[in-house]
T-cell receptor
Framework: NAGVTQTPKFRVLKTGQSMTLLCAQDMNHEYMYWYRQDPGMGLRLIHYSVGEGTTAKGEVPDGYNVSRLKKQNFLLGLESAAPSQTSVYFC???????????FGSGTRLTVV | AQKITQTQPGMFVQEKEAVTLDCTYDTSDQSYGLFWYKQPSSGEMIFLIYQGSYDEQNATEGRYSLNFQKARKSANLVISASQLGDSAMYFCAMREEPGGGADGLTFGKGTHLIIQP
């Protein structure tokens, strides 16, 4: 019963490097989300997807790109990392019409 | 304007006392959902309770209840008989329904609750 799995769990990047965070869910959920959590800010929505092949911008999308080529996977990309992107990133998924959201355990990213 | 406001950055409460965590929200939609999550120091997000805007009764889940006052746009979380394990960050969140609920949750900034023995 994996639920939502995020990889990697920790990463340190240098400014300007690129990386991709992977979110995988095994619950056949239609909706998937990427959030970032900064101290004192709660969770803020970066991008989300309502189905395979579709993505949409959330509250704080700048500097990030996403793709959902398969229903079970939602990728978050940083093309040129900046120190302001140092954060904890959470992926979540939900079933259409459901009140339940399943969160991954988070990825702690530090950009130096 | 913030959609979710949690006015208590931190709270200290004696063990076994009841706790009320405040949450006010702002929306012009008639249909919406309100959520509370717990985030312990380990970092995972734990769902606690849900209240729909059309639900006539306040939601309850074990020791958790949601004091929903629609006219005041408030959705306070009440924890009865607090325990040391309740020490954590607590987040109030809202989902506005007209988008089919697909566009995710909007979170408040959280309240750091510390239960003292």
């Amino acid at each position: 019963n994996a639920g939502v799995t995020q990889t990697p769990k920790f990463r340190v990047l240098k400014t300007g490097q690129s990386m991709t965070l992977l979110c995988a869910q095994d619950m056949n959920h239609e909706y998937m989300y990427w959030y970032r959590q900064d101290p004192g800010m709660g969770l803020r929505l970066i991008h989300y997807s309502v189905g395979e092949g579709t993505t949409a911008k959330g509250e704080v999308p700048d500097g990030y790109n996403v793709s959902r080529l398969k229903k079970q996977n939602f990728l978050l990309g940083l093309e040129s990392a900046a120190p302001s992107q140092t954060s904890v990133y959470f992926c979540a998924s939900s079933r259409q019409g459901s009140n339940g959201y399943t969160f991954g355990s988070g990825t702690r990213l530090t950009v130096v | 304007a913030q959609k979710i406001t949690q006015t208590q950055p931190g709270m200290f409460v004696q063990e076994k006392e009841a706790v009320t965590l405040d949450c006010t929200y702002d929306t012009s939609d008639q249909s919406y959902g309100l959520f509370w999550y717990k985030q312990p120091s380990s970092g995972e997000m734990i769902f606690l309770i849900y209240q729909g805007s059309y639900d006539e009764q306040n939601a309850t889940e074990g020791r958790y209840s949601l004091n929903f006052q629609k006219a005041r746009k408030s959705a306070n979380l009440v924890i009865s008989a607090s325990q040391l394990g309740d020490s954590a960050m607590y987040f109030c969140a809202m989902r506005e329904e007209p988008g089919g609920g697909a566009d995710g949750l909007t979170f408040g900034k959280g309240t750091h609750l510390i239960i003292q023995p």
